[in-house]
């Protein structure tokens, strides 16, 4: 998305190691490398005439130097991946509001899709992008993303953006489909305010649809010495290409490889994921998502020494869940190595946050209420929901010690608003209302939040559910001063909170 990175990157990189890559790489698929790769030693590489060594990833002395020969598609191709390089928009003017603030958007990071990340025709995706509100006017309610040019490849004209504070990064994503016939493609989009005012520099995802397969390495393979194997130290060897000689561990078992690709989209919001792995001196071997995933937790993997699996999955308790291969050999010794699955959540957060774990439902906008204590403060809700359950005038109370409860308000209008016969200290007030009500009749709470310090004060605010395995449930809410609260116990009505760093 950024020219110069990606002006330097081209510079950096000459034809023939383009002509290299594009003959014996991988297909240009998500594919994440399992992490640890086993310690190895490297046998020196001797090609026969017509082919030449070349290294397809990193090759520290040498390993990972494989044998191949270039086709003449290659050069093509990389011409035509220069060609489809973008030019980096310039950002407009950052509009100024009635208000007197700036509306300002910028990228900063390709979550998902590089630019000219090739898809086959009519396959699914998601763009992904990262972004940072650069003006000082608080992206409201009703902001949104929208196309405004270019291909839409099956895309809606506009996305809700989730309200974000000055300064404060997010993720917007748009769900697409590679057309059917090949070509490059873009889609352009703009940040459009809640008025209609446009804002923010042009952001766009750009893929390729190939008009033939990418071309199939012919590779050599080479006959190791005695005491190594063939070893696949990158995230696929297709052909053996990219497959070096490597002494195994002390103990013979090592984990030789271990990739965990999406190779589709499920609706709503799951994943049909292919594991492959390699393994040497494994008796048996199994694939573990632990608390990342909601079900299945186990896969076999069978047989364990080489194998593929594909398995569809519901959902993800945490974006870019990270999934583990454990092999053991016939002792009881075990090895693992991972690999993280790029899934972005299913719903955005309503602020700017480094949570891995999923929003479980899209946050809701209501109309609130907060008051101040000595030793807390009240919160109220007008509605909040969590998928098709609504709560309706809740009481959120927040102990200074870090102790949270929730109570439904059962005040209504025939009631009073307060009790004359109670008068508080100079300089400090009785709730009225709703909260006069639950502090009046409750004096285990009058006792510990004590008397309020200002009069309750109405505005908007966000509320949303976070995903749980277990009891206590955890949620946040927005104050009227922004700062954003995270309490456990939703579900149980009782917990602990603190604000979001």
């Given at each position: 998305m950024i020219s110069t990175k990606?002006?330097?990157?081209?510079?950096?990189?000459?034809?023939?190691?383009?002509?290299?890559?594009?003959?014996?790489?991988?297909?240009?698929?998500?594919?994440?490398?399992?992490?640890?790769?086993?310690?190895?030693?490297?046998?020196?590489?001797?090609?026969?005439?017509g082919q030449m060594p070349f290294c397809p990833g990193d090759c520290p002395g040498g390993?990972?130097?494989?044998?191949?020969?270039?086709t003449p598609t290659t050069a093509a191709l990389a011409a035509a991946t220069l060609a489809a390089t973008p030019v980096e928009e310039t950002p407009p003017p950052e509009p100024t509001t009635a208000a007197g603030c700036t509306l300002g958007a910028r990228w900063v990071a390709d979550v998902t899709v590089p630019d000219n990340t090739t898809f086959a025709p009519n396959a699914p995706f998601v763009k992904t992008w990262r972004v940072r509100n650069s003006g000082t006017c608080a992206w409201g309610p009703g902001t949104r993303?929208?196309?405004?040019?270019?291909?839409?490849m099956g895309g809606p004209q506009a996305v809700e953006v989730p309200a974000l504070a000055s300064g404060a990064q997010t993720d917007v994503s748009v769900n697409l489909v590679a057309p059917a016939t090949p070509g490059t493609y873009r889609a352009n989009y703009q940040f459009q305010a809640p008025d209609g005012t446009r804002f923010g520099a042009v952001i766009w995802v750009q893929i390729v649809v190939p008009a033939t397969p990418t071309p199939v390495p012919v590779c050599t393979p080479m006959a190791c010495p005695t005491g190594q194997v063939l070893h696949c130290p990158a995230a696929t060897c297709p052909g053996g290409c990219g497959m070096v000689c490597a002494t195994p561990t002390p103990s013979g078992l090592a984990i030789l490889s271990f990739t965990a690709e999406v190779v589709q989209d499920l609706p709503p919001a799951g994943k049909r994921i292919t594991f492959r792995w390699r393994t040497a001196g494994a008796a048996s071997a199994g694939i573990?998502?632990?608390?990342?995933?909601?079900?299945?937790?186990?896969?076999?993997?069978?047989?364990?020494?080489?194998?593929?699996?594909?398995?569809?999955?519901?959902?993800?308790?945490?974006?870019?869940?990270?999934?583990?291969?454990?092999?053991?050999?016939?002792?009881g010794n075990e090895v693992r190595a991972s690999a993280v699955v790029p899934w972005a959540c299913q719903y955005a957060y309503f602020f700017a946050t480094t949570e891995r774990a999923c929003p479980a439902y899209e946050a809701s906008t209501t109309w609130a209420a907060e008051q101040p204590f000595e030793h807390g403060r009240m919160?109220?809700?007008?509605?909040?929901?969590?998928?098709?359950?609504?709560?309706?005038?809740?009481?959120?109370?927040?102990?200074?010690?870090?102790?949270?409860?929730?109570?439904?308000?059962?005040?209504?209008?025939?009631?009073?608003?307060?009790?004359?016969?109670?008068?508080?200290?100079?300089?400090?007030?009785?709730?009225?209302?709703?909260?006069?009500?639950?502090?009046?009749?409750?004096p285990a709470i009058r006792d510990r939040l004590g008397w309020a310090t200002a009069p309750e004060q109405g505005f908007n605010t966000q509320w949303q559910m976070q995903m749980a395995e277990a009891v206590g449930v955890p949620f946040y809410v927005r104050r009227i001063d922004g700062k954003v609260i995270q309490a456990g116990g939703w579900d149980v009505g009782s917990g602990t909170w603190r604000e979001v760093p």
């Open positions: 990606r002006s330097a990157i081209l510079i950096a990189l000459t034809l023939p190691l383009l002509l290299a890559i594009l003959a014996c790489g991988p297909v240009a698929t998500v594919v994440v490398t399992a992490t640890p790769t086993p310690q190895v030693t490297c046998a020196p590489l001797l090609c026969p005439d390993c990972g130097m494989v044998c191949a020969t270039p993303l929208v196309f405004v040019s270019g291909d839409p573990w998502s632990g608390t990342q995933m909601r079900f299945p937790k186990y896969w076999d993997a069978r047989p364990p020494a080489e194998g593929m699996l594909t398995v569809d999955v519901e959902m993800t308790y945490y974006r870019d869940p990270a999934m583990t291969l454990v092999a053991k050999d016939i002792a919160i109220w809700l007008q509605e909040v929901r969590a998928g098709s359950t609504a709560y309706q005038k809740m009481i959120l109370v927040f102990f200074n010690n870090g102790r949270f409860e929730r109570y439904q308000d059962t005040w209504t209008e025939a009631e009073p608003e307060s009790d004359p016969s109670i008068v508080p200290p100079a300089g400090l007030y009785q709730p009225v209302r709703g909260f006069g009500k639950l502090w009046r009749t409750d």
